[in-house]
C-alpha cells in the first residue's frame, strides 16, 4: 500500500514544515488543483507546487480539478509533477488526447470520476491510463466523510483492469481515507492512499501513515 498525504491539509503558513513531517514517510505527495469553475473552491496553483517540488523527497501527484486540464498539463510536469490526474468529467471524449499528451511530457496520467459518475464510463480508456483515482468524497474539499459505496467501484475498476491484463495498473483513492477504513480499501483493490485530515490533523503524522499501511 502507498500512502500519499494530501498537501491541501497541510498548515500553508508553515508548508515546508509539514512537507518535513511526512518527507520520510509518505511514498507520494498528492497535491490537490482547483479551479473555482469545476469545483467550488480554489486551492493552489504552480509557485506552490514548484515550491514542494524543492522540498519533498517523494514523488508529486497533481491531482487536477480544473476545467480544460490539457491547457494545464504541461505547466505542472515543469513544476514538478511525476504524476498528474485529471477528470474524466471535464475531458470527456478528449480523454484519450489528454492522457497521450500528459505521457508525452513523461509524467504519469491518471483518470478520476466522482461518486457520481458511472465507474464503466472509463472502461474504454483503462487500457492507456498508468492509474486510476477514485473518488471517494465529492472532490473539491477536504474533511468530507468517506463515502461506502466506493469500494464496490473500487471492486468493478480493479475487475476491468484485471480483464483487459492490466494487473499493474493501480488504483487510488480520495476522500476521507483513514486507518478504520485503510484495510477495507485494500481489500476491494486499492493501492495508492490519499489522506488529508487523517495525515495532518492527526497529533502525530507519521504515526498515522504508518496506521494507513496495511
Ligand atoms: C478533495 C481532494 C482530496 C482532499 C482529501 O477534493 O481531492 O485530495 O485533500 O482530504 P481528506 O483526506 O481530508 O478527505
Ligand atoms: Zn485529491
Known sequence: MLIAPSILAAD??????????????????????MDGTFVPNISFGFPVVEAIASAAHKPLDVHLMIVNPEKYVQRFA?????????????????????????????VK?????????????IFP??????????M??????????????????????????????RHRTPIEVDGGVDPSNAALLKEAGAEILVAGSSVFRAPDPAKAIELMRV
Open 12 to 33: 500553508f503558513l508553515h508548508l515546508e514544515k509539514d512537507v518535513e513531517l511526512v518527507n520520510n514517510h509518505a511514498d507520494i505527495f498528492h497535491l490537490d488543483i
Open 78 to 106: 515543469a513544476a514538478g509533477a511525476s504524476m498528474i490526474s485529471f477528470h474524466y468529467e471535464a475531458a470527456l471524449e478528449r480523454t484519450p488526447e489528454v492522457v497521450s499528451l500528459i505521457q508525452s511530457l513523461g
Open 109 to 121: 496520467a491518471g483518470i478520476v470520476i466522482n461518486p457520481d459518475c458511472p465507474a464503466e464510463k
Open 125 to 134: 480508456y483503462l487500457d492507456t491510463v498508468d492509474f486510476v483515482l477514485i
Open 136 to 165: 471517494s468524497v465529492f472532490a473539491g474539499f477536504g474533511g468530507q466523510k468517506f463515502i461506502p459505496e466506493s469500494l464496490d467501484r473500487i471492486r468493478t475498476v480493479r475487475a476491468e483492469l484485471d480483464r483487459l491484463g
